[in-house]
């Protein structure tokens, strides 16, 4: 068992370790910086991406963040391991530290001095003082996305062992086995032919479990000591050391014509991406893409700073760098209505991309395949009886009870399958005639197993139970992706298609032998699954005797097909939320009442499927603008490292959200599906912060930061109440 003994310092200098004491305890070892001969874990080798600040798999002189590996305890039981972890010793020099991203910017405090700066990239805008020259109304605003963990309910864990064949296996909770695999043999030095990824059912991943540094030593371990090594991290370990989310500060301007058409936009983003910087930080390069959300405004300034901090590194989380575009324009829209003095509604359609704009290119450079934005807002409306609830607002307002009511509205777009990648899927017919499906994406919680499994039970005719989904295993699956992004239906999904199109096509010539017909006139049954002569349905083959005579004859491989596609664009999943909370005035209490979700993802293949994503991801949207935000104090100490202090919503904190489904086919597949699984975090957010504020109005509040929580509103309340 391996245990981390990890730092409690934010930043500090390692003067020295002392491992003595653990070591006096029976059958255990420790293993410090000095030990390992693995280099830096660098970051991804992205152009303008800072090479300097990678990360020493076991701190060597500095630790940068709470959590920070300073050694690894190994022990034949874990209880023993908790126990030796406590007794290594390490002197450290506290050092000054650097928490948030503005403070981080400041450059006071350097987290990597040979770097001369806590910025690790950039992407600056070439800036026009006149954006807003011609504009009659302009407004600017500053939202900050806070900073998240990801919270799947099962933490990250991981087993290695090398074989008798010297092939090292390794069992990981991730959600891409292959790219782990070929990073960690990378790493290793060794073949990626020579490691063995292994993912079983993995409890929920939300973008955050990426191969990570414990993984990686756990493996090193098991080829360094010999033996089986494994590691599970408790929750509070989970909650300073595993990714966090978001993190980034937004600044907008906003201006138009007084009539409520925007002009030109301004998006400023300073990304946080904690201690050591990974994917995390080129995530605001698809907030600045996506800065124009649904609107067609002509000019957009957009540019990006990531800096890092003395926290916890931040990586991936559901929505990954949309949701904050769409939180930054959404609340823009909100204030230009508040500034021209009008609804929100009527900002928004005047302002909307028309349903005959497609394909279309933003001033921000994405590329949007189709949408109908306009019909979702109208759904999302009609759904939510938005006539009926301004009213019931107006009359609430003038009974001046203590329940305010708050409408809040968004529409959104975003992108999946953003950095067009590619997906393998292979297709295989069993002895019995039933069929395999292998596929290189990952289902952490997404329900492949019965979506991919219709997509191939619908092209062979035959019953969804009569189709096997095997992922996640880097030997029974010879290549993949894996899964983030929202990505894996429109290219997993097309992939498992075209393999069983395939293995289909060349099941009908073997039929027509059988059949003694041309192997044009055969066709296969989708209700029955058999072939069969075009307009005879007898006599007919059945896929069971068609794999039962190719297996007699050793021919049985002829029914097998794999499939690689890459499509040509990425897709935008777009739609419309409309949120209704009731706010305690006299103590700031906010109760979500309703939630409309329209999230349009193309064609559908799994309804109950897709609303199961929208629900789960819309509670991770209002999570983020009511309840959840990891916090740091002023030393970067975490405040709310436990279940305790992070106040992650159960299902007694929501409403049932009402899902409104809308369905526009995109053209970049032959599926015609776009991504839901982050549709509906990047939707709920925005709506539920916009309502909270639109409750206050009458108090003249503007804005209240995320999350929008009781005590917020109420301090929001006293501001208003003293005239500030
Ligand atoms: N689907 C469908 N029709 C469509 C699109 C999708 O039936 N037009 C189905 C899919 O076949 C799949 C599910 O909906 O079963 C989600 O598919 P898709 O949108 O393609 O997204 P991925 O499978 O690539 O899932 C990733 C996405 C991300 S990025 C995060 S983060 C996330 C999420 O999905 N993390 C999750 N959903 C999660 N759900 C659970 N339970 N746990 C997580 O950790």
């Given at each position: ?46 152009p ?31 209880a ?57 109304a ?23 062992a090398?074989?008798?064949?010297g ?43 990426l ?116 939180q930054a ?35 921000s ?27 019931e ?59 991919f ?55 009908r ?36 005797e ?8 050793g ?76 916090l ?6 975490p ?12 299902a ?21 599906a ?51």
């Open positions: 068992h391996a245990v981390f003994v990890r730092s409690p310092f934010a930043h500090a200098r390692i003067r020295a370790i002392d491992v003595s004491a653990a070591l006096e305890l029976p059958g255990t070892q420790v293993l410090t910086a000095a030990d390992v001969d693995l280099g830096s874990f660098q970051p991804p080798p992205i303008g991406l800072d090479q300097q600040m990678g990360r020493p798999f076991l701190a060597r002189d500095v630790v940068r963040f709470v959590g920070d590996i300073v050694a690894v305890v190994v022990t034949e039981s874990r023993e391991g908790v126990d030796a972890a406590q007794l290594v010793v390490v002197d450290y020099e506290p050092l000054p530290v650097a928490v948030g991203p503005e403070q981080a910017l400041a450059g006071g405090v350097l987290l990597f001095p040979e770097a001369g700066t806590n910025v690790c990239m950039s992407h600056p805008a070439e800036r026009d003082p006149d954006l807003f020259a011609t504009c009659e302009v407004v600017s605003g500053r939202l900050v996305s806070q900073r998240m963990a990801a919270c799947p309910l099962e933490a990250r864990g991981s087993a290695a090398v074989g008798d064949d092939r090292l296996t390794l069992w990981l909770s991730t959600q891409t086995p292959h790219q782990d695999r070929d990073e960690l043999a990378r790493i290793l030095g060794l073949e990626s032919a020579d490691v063995r990824v292994v993912a079983p059912d993995v409890g929920g991943g939300f973008g955050a479990k191969l990570s540094v414990e993984e990686i030593l756990v493996a090193w371990l098991a080829r360094r000591l010999e033996r089986p090594v494994r590691w599970a991290e408790t929750r509070s370990e989970n909650m300073i050391a595993m990714a966090h989310g978001r993190a980034a500060v937004l600044e907008f301007t906003i201006g138009g014509t007084r009539g409520g058409v925007v002009e030109a936009y301004r998006l400023r983003i300073l990304q946080d991406t904690g201690a050591y910087p990974r994917i995390g930080a080129i995530l605001p390069g698809f907030t600045s893409l996506m800065a124009s959300g649904v609107y067609a405004i002509p000019k957009i300034e957009s540019e990006f700073t990531s800096v890092v901090t003395n926290t916890t590194p931040v990586g991936p989380f559901r929505g990954a760098g949309r949701p904050e575009a769409t324009i959404e609340r823009a829209m909100d204030l230009f209505a508040l500034e021209v003095g009008l609804d929100p509604v009527e900002v928004r359609r005047r302002n909307l991309f028309a349903s005959d704009a497609f394909p279309l290119t933003t001033a450079g994405a590329q949007y395949d189709c949408g109908d934005y306009e019909r979702a807002l109208d759904l999302a409306l009609e759904a939510a009886g938005y006539e009926a609830l301004r009213e607002q107006r009359q609430r307002r003038e009974e001046r009870g203590t329940l305010a009511l708050g409408i809040g509205v968004s529409v959104y777009v975003e992108i999946t399958n953003g950095l067009v990648e590619p997906e393998f899927g292979a297709v295989e017919i069993t002895p019995e005639g039933e069929a395999i499906l292998r596929t290189g994406s990952f289902s952490h919680g997404q329900g492949h197993e019965t979506t499994a219709m997509i191939v039970a619908d092209r062979l005719g035959l019953p969804l139970e009569s189709v096997r989904v095997i992922k996640g295993d880097t030997d029974e699956v010879r290549q993949g992706v894996g899964t983030y992004g929202s990505k894996s239906t429109q290219i997993g999904g097309v992939a498992a298609l075209q393999a069983a199109h395939e293995v289909a096509e060349r099941a010539e073997l039929a027509a032998d059988h059949l003694e017909a041309s192997a044009g006139d055969v066709v296969l049954d989708a209700e029955t699954g058999g072939f069969h002569v075009v307009g005879s349905p007898a006599p007919s083959v059945s896929w069971k068609l794999a039962t005579s190719l297996q007699q004859q021919r049985l491989d002829e029914l097998r097909a794999e499939e690689v596609f890459k499509p040509d664009a990425p897709t935008f999943p777009f739609g419309a939320h409309v949120a209704v909370v009731e706010v305690d005035t006299e103590t700031g209490n906010v109760e979500l009442r309703q939630l409309v979700a329209v999230d349009d993802a193309g064609t559908i293949i799994n309804p109950i499927v897709v609303e199961g994503q929208v629900h789960g991801g819309v509670a991770t949207g209002v999570a983020q603008a009511l309840y959840e935000e990891f740091y104090d002023e030393d970067g100490m405040l709310t490292a436990t279940f305790l202090g992070y106040s992650f919503p159960s007694a904190e929501l409403p049932s959200f009402d899902v409104v489904s809308m369905e526009t086919p995109t053209p970049i597949n032959v599926l015609g776009k991504g839901i699984g982050e549709s509906g975090t990047i939707g709920a957010t925005p709506a539920v912060q916009s309502a909270v504020i639109d409750a206050l109005a009458p108090f003249g509040v503007r804005h209240i930061d995320m999350p929008a929580n009781g005590e917020r509103v109420w301090q929001a309340l006293q501001r208003a109440d003293s005239g500030e």
